[in-house]
């Protein structure tokens, strides 16, 4: 019989760019996702298969090292990879890819299949399941080495930790990971397809990081957690402006995680809009179609909006109140389970 292992998409709140400067980030997992399903396989090699793209893989897993690949097939290899290199023994797999998360829309589709691949792996070992913070790096690790995007750990903790009714506040610099209830009252949460798509391996993604690093450097501090918003002035532009924007994001977490606690989604509103500000003017992450999505999605009523995600392209985030149809091609974002067996 197969093993079937689902990981979903997230949506983050509050708090972009913040993940990998030790920030805090407000995450929740959505209803779509990415599911793997996986049995052993009959000729000592490991199939993969996209259903959704209609295309194949196939490796030797017993070889030292699988090759890299390009594309959708660095996750498996890589997965398979991370996990041998941390002492799993994996057996020979038929693995099929099925998914209802678009991919480069900034719902993390990346994390959502490294994630699924791993679980549904493991489970074919029959070992109990890991620790999922160590999960969580390990996945962490196939995207940064093996798809090329040095991205931070938010969507892989996002996948494993969701939970329903609830969205998930993430300290970086503790690990502390917390329930934040998540009650909208009749109000919508809902994501807009901006019709740029992006992938983040090759996008400036990686040159904020490493603007985020120089300005550490620069301030001497171990991370820019511990900046402060009357370090900024010494700084040169656009640094100045790149740590204001993860010191203030940093604080719309706090302030939106108060938020849900009151119920508070007038708030909320008020919150998405000026991450979105930040986003675009300090961390300059947004592109023209997210700015048209954006003032498209304010002018159809909504009572927030900002760009979800890395940046560069991808959705917009909006929030409608009780009394507002949102546009016809928003699609509710609600939370839902974390990522796990099925
Ligand atoms: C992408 C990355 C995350 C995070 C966000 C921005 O989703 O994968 O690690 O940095 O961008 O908040």
């Given at each position: 019989m197969d093993l079937v292992a689902f990981a979903p998409g997230r949506v983050n709140l509050l708090g972009e760019h913040t993940d990998y400067n030790d920030g805090l980030c407000l995450p929740f997992a959505i209803a779509r996702g990415v599911t793997v399903r996986a049995r052993p396989s009959p000729d000592g090699m490991t199939h993969v298969e996209s259903l959704t793209l209609r295309e194949r893989d196939e490796f030797d897993?017993?070889?030292?090292a699988p090759a890299p690949a390009d594309g959708w097939r660095a996750f498996a290899r890589g997965v398979v990879a991370e996990l041998r290199a941390a002492g799993h023994t994996l057996p020979p797999a038929m693995l099929e890819i099925s998914s209802d998360l678009p991919a480069?829309?900034?719902?993390s589709s990346s994390a959502a299949l490294e994630v699924a691949l791993a679980l549904a792996l493991l489970a074919l070992t029959g070992e109990l399941e890991p620790d999922r913070r160590w999960l969580a790096h390990l996945c962490s690790r196939v995207e940064n080495e093996w798809v090329g995007a040095h991205t931070g750990l938010l969507d892989q903790l996002a996948t494993l930790f969701g939970e329903e009714h609830a969205a998930t506040l993430i300290d970086f610099r503790t690990g502390a990971i917390a329930r934040v209830p998540m009650e909208l009252d009749g109000w919508t949460l809902a994501t807009i397809d901006s019709g740029a798509s992006r992938s983040l391996?090759?996008?400036g993604y990686n040159d904020r990081r490493r603007e985020c690093k120089t300005a550490a450097e620069l301030l001497g501090v171990?991370?820019?957690?511990?900046?402060?918003?009357?370090?900024?002035?010494?700084?040169?532009e656009p640094l100045n402006r790149r740590v204001r924007h993860v010191i203030t994001e940093n604080a719309r977490v706090r302030t939106a995680t108060e938020a849900l606690h009151a119920r508070d989604l007038t708030k909320l509103g008020d919150l998405l809009d000026a991450s979105h500000t930040s986003l675009r003017?300090?961390?300059?992450?947004?592109v023209p179609e997210v700015e048209r999505t954006v003032a498209r999605v304010h002018a159809a009523g909504a009572r927030g909006a900002r760009l979800l995600g890395?940046?560069?392209g991808g959705s917009v985030l909006a929030l409608f109140g009780p009394d507002t149809e949102p546009p016809s091609d928003a699609v509710s974002a609600t939370p839902g389970p974390g990522a796990g067996l099925r």
């Amino acid at each position: 019989m197969d093993l079937v292992a689902f990981a979903p998409g997230r949506v983050n709140l509050l708090g972009e760019h913040t993940d990998y400067n030790d920030g805090l980030c407000l995450p929740f997992a959505i209803a779509r996702g990415v599911t793997v399903r996986a049995r052993p396989s009959p000729d000592g090699m490991t199939h993969v298969e996209s259903l959704t793209l209609r295309e194949r893989d196939e490796f030797d897993p017993g070889a030292p090292a699988p090759a890299p690949a390009d594309g959708w097939r660095a996750f498996a290899r890589g997965v398979v990879a991370e996990l041998r290199a941390a002492g799993h023994t994996l057996p020979p797999a038929m693995l099929e890819i099925s998914s209802d998360l678009p991919a480069g829309v900034g719902l993390s589709s990346s994390a959502a299949l490294e994630v699924a691949l791993a679980l549904a792996l493991l489970a074919l070992t029959g070992e109990l399941e890991p620790d999922r913070r160590w999960l969580a790096h390990l996945c962490s690790r196939v995207e940064n080495e093996w798809v090329g995007a040095h991205t931070g750990l938010l969507d892989q903790l996002a996948t494993l930790f969701g939970e329903e009714h609830a969205a998930t506040l993430i300290d970086f610099r503790t690990g502390a990971i917390a329930r934040v209830p998540m009650e909208l009252d009749g109000w919508t949460l809902a994501t807009i397809d901006s019709g740029a798509s992006r992938s983040l391996a090759g996008s400036g993604y990686n040159d904020r990081r490493r603007e985020c690093k120089t300005a550490a450097e620069l301030l001497g501090v171990s991370s820019l957690r511990d900046a402060s918003l009357t370090d900024i002035v010494g700084l040169p532009e656009p640094l100045n402006r790149r740590v204001r924007h993860v010191i203030t994001e940093n604080a719309r977490v706090r302030t939106a995680t108060e938020a849900l606690h009151a119920r508070d989604l007038t708030k909320l509103g008020d919150l998405l809009d000026a991450s979105h500000t930040s986003l675009r003017d300090d961390f300059e992450v947004s592109v023209p179609e997210v700015e048209r999505t954006v003032a498209r999605v304010h002018a159809a009523g909504a009572r927030g909006a900002r760009l979800l995600g890395g940046g560069f392209g991808g959705s917009v985030l909006a929030l409608f109140g009780p009394d507002t149809e949102p546009p016809s091609d928003a699609v509710s974002a609600t939370p839902g389970p974390g990522a796990g067996l099925r």
